[in-house]
């Protein structure tokens, strides 16, 4: 399967506004090990780069694309979409535009957020949303098991509104085709 991701959104979904280069690189890190756990094709897309054009690495069984300084990575992304349409590929973003895009051309997507917690649960980690879209890792040693109780317990707190409620009740209800498609999809990551 041919992933497509927009590395910006996820790292803004997981880490929020401001992701360090750290953080950037841990991601590649872990996406590069995940690929090739899981034998899929990955093009990971981030914005600007040190080029007007756009300019691309092979690291793993990943190619990193930065778009340049005279397209948008969620263009880029969409010239892969029309490329790739009819193939076995999954946009990775909660980029609402793009989502519409990739399934106009039948290729499902997934929330930024939920590949994060699916890649990093395939490595042991256990990762829950926080306040504000804030993440935070629970531990996998003993050391810190009550401190993860801690925060496991006070993010029960979170009030949600009746609106997302329903929503969720309703998409829960509803199985279109490409809802089948997208799990499907899902159970190969």
Do not use: W
Not at 69 to 77: E, R
Not at 117 to 125: A, F, P, Q, T, Y
Not at 142 to 169: G, H, N, T
């Amino acid at each position: 399967m041919i992933l497509i991701v927009d590395g910006y959104n996820v790292l803004k979904q997981a880490k929020g506004a401001r992701a360090t280069e750290a953080e950037k690189q841990d991601f590649i890190k872990n996406l590069v090990r995940y690929a090739h756990e899981k034998n899929h094709e990955v093009v990971l897309v981030f914005d600007g780069g040190h080029s007007m054009y756009p300019s691309k690495e092979r690291e793993g069984s990943i190619i990193i694309v930065h778009a340049g300084i005279h397209q948008s990575a969620d263009d880029y992304i969409k010239k892969i979409v029309e490329k790739e349409e009819g193939k076995e590929c999954l946009l990775v973003s909660s980029d609402n535009e793009l989502c519409f895009f990739a399934h106009r051309r039948e290729i499902p997507s997934i929330d930024a957020l939920a590949f994060f917690r699916l890649m990093h649960e395939k490595k042991g980690e256990i990762v829950t949303g926080g306040p504000g879209g804030k993440l935070q890792k629970l531990s996998t040693t003993p050391a810190d098991k009550e401190l993860d109780e801690l925060m496991e317990e006070e993010s029960k707190r979170v009030q949600f509104k009746k609106e997302d409620e329903i929503e969720k009740r309703v998409r829960g209800q509803q199985h279109k085709k490409h809802e089948k498609v997208l799990l499907k999809k899902i159970k190969k990551l």
